[in-house]
C-alpha cells in the first residue's frame, strides 16, 4: 500500500522519525527510518527504539505515530500516478488483488478511504496486525494468498521495500519492485539495486508498466 498505490512514505517516515525523537532518540531522521525500516511494522520498530534506548518506550508508540500521520494525511495523501488505470486493467483481466501491509489495520483502512481506494479491495486488505511475524516474514502474503483463494506461486508482489521483497521470495511469489514514489527521487538507481540483491525478479518506475510485469503475457490472453 504505502509507496506502491499512495505515495504517504515521506509522511509515514517523518512522522516515524519525529515519534523516534519524541521518544528519546533525539537524532533520528526520516532519511535513516527509510534505510532501516521501510515495509517494517510498528511494532518491530518500536522494539528497537526500545533497545535503543535501553528502556521501554512510553504505552501508545503506534498510536501517537498514527495520529501524527493521520493530521499529515488530511492535505498531503495522494493516489500514485496511474494507480487507478492499474486496479481497472487487473479487474478487467479477472485477477483477483488484495493488500499485504505492515500498517496496522486502522491504518489501512484509513489510508484506502482518504485516497478513495477502499473500493478496490473491499475485504481484502490484509494488515502486520494479523499475523505472528512482519515483514521480512512471509506470513503476510501467505495469508493473502490463503483468503484469494491462490497458490502462492500463482501470486504476484508489488513492493517498494527490500523487507517486502524477501518476504514475498520466501512465500515463493513472483515479486516486483517499485522505486516510483516520491521517497526515492534521485535514488531509484541505488534502490532499484537494493530490491534486485532483495530477491526482485524486476523493477519497474511506474505503474502504467506493473500490469505486463506482474502479470506474463499468456495470462493477459
Same mark, same amino acid.
Given at each position: 500500500?504505502?509507496?506502491?498505490l499512495v505515495d504517504s512514505e515521506p509522511l509515514?517516515?517523518?512522522?516515524?522519525?519525529?515519534?523516534?525523537?519524541?521518544?528519546?532518540?533525539?537524532?533520528?531522521?526520516?532519511?535513516?527510518?527509510?534505510?532501516? !525500516?521501510?515495509?517494517? $511494522?510498528?511494532?518491530?520498530?518500536?522494539?528497537?527504539?526500545?533497545?535503543? /534506548?535501553?528502556?521501554?518506550? =512510553?504505552?501508545?508508540?503506534?498510536?501517537?505515530?498514527?495520529?501524527?500521520?493521520f493530521a499529515a494525511y488530511e492535505s498531503g495523501?495522494?493516489?500514485?500516478? $496511474?494507480?487507478?488505470?492499474?486496479?481497472?486493467?487487473?479487474?478487467?483481466?479477472?485477477?483477483?488483488?488484495?493488500?499485504?501491509?505492515?500498517?496496522?489495520?486502522?491504518?489501512?483502512?484509513?489510508?484506502?478511504?482518504?485516497?478513495?481506494?477502499?473500493? !478496490?479491495?473491499?475485504?481484502?486488505?490484509?494488515?502486520?496486525?494479523?499475523?505472528?511475524?512482519?515483514?521480512?516474514?512471509?506470513?503476510?502474503? /501467505?495469508?493473502?494468498?490463503?483468503? /484469494?483463494?491462490?497458490?502462492?506461486?500463482?501470486? =504476484?508482489?508489488?513492493?517498494?521495500?527490500?523487507?517486502?521483497?524477501?518476504?514475498?521470495?520466501?512465500?515463493?511469489?513472483?515479486?516486483?519492485?517499485?522505486v516510483g514514489g516520491s521517497h526515492l527521487a534521485?535514488?531509484?538507481?541505488?534502490?532499484?539495486?537494493?530490491?534486485?540483491? =532483495?530477491? =526482485?525478479?524486476?523493477?519497474?518506475?511506474?505503474? $502504467?508498466?506493473?500490469?505486463?510485469?506482474?502479470?506474463?503475457?499468456?495470462?493477459?490472453?
Amino acid at each position: 500500500m504505502d509507496g506502491c498505490l499512495v505515495d504517504s512514505e515521506p509522511l509515514s517516515l517523518e512522522a516515524v522519525a519525529a515519534e523516534m525523537r519524541a521518544s528519546g532518540l533525539r537524532d533520528a531522521t526520516a532519511a535513516e527510518v527509510g534505510t532501516k !525500516y521501510l515495509g517494517v $511494522s510498528l511494532a518491530k520498530i518500536a522494539k528497537d527504539v526500545e533497545a535503543q /534506548l535501553g528502556k521501554p518506550c =512510553a504505552p501508545g508508540f503506534a498510536d501517537r505515530m498514527e495520529a501524527r500521520l493521520f493530521a499529515a494525511y488530511e492535505s498531503g495523501l495522494r493516489q500514485m500516478d $496511474s494507480v487507478e488505470d492499474m486496479l481497472r486493467l487487473l479487474n478487467q483481466a479477472g485477477i483477483p488483488v488484495a493488500i499485504a501491509s505492515g500498517a496496522s489495520v486502522r491504518r489501512l483502512e484509513k489510508t484506502l478511504k482518504i485516497a478513495r481506494l477502499d473500493g !478496490y479491495f473491499g475485504n481484502r486488505g490484509f494488515s502486520a496486525d494479523l499475523v505472528r511475524r512482519g515483514k521480512p516474514a512471509p506470513d503476510i502474503f /501467505l495469508l493473502a494468498a490463503e483468503k /484469494l483463494g491462490v497458490a502462492p506461486q500463482n501470486c =504476484a508482489v508489488l513492493e517498494d521495500s527490500p523487507h517486502g521483497i524477501k518476504g514475498a521470495v520466501t512465500a515463493g511469489m513472483w515479486t516486483v519492485g517499485f522505486v516510483g514514489g516520491s521517497h526515492l527521487a534521485g535514488r531509484e538507481a541505488d534502490h532499484t539495486a537494493i530490491l534486485r540483491a =532483495a530477491g =526482485a525478479h524486476q523493477v519497474i518506475g511506474h505503474l $502504467s508498466q506493473a500490469l505486463a510485469a506482474l502479470v506474463p503475457a499468456r495470462a493477459r490472453l
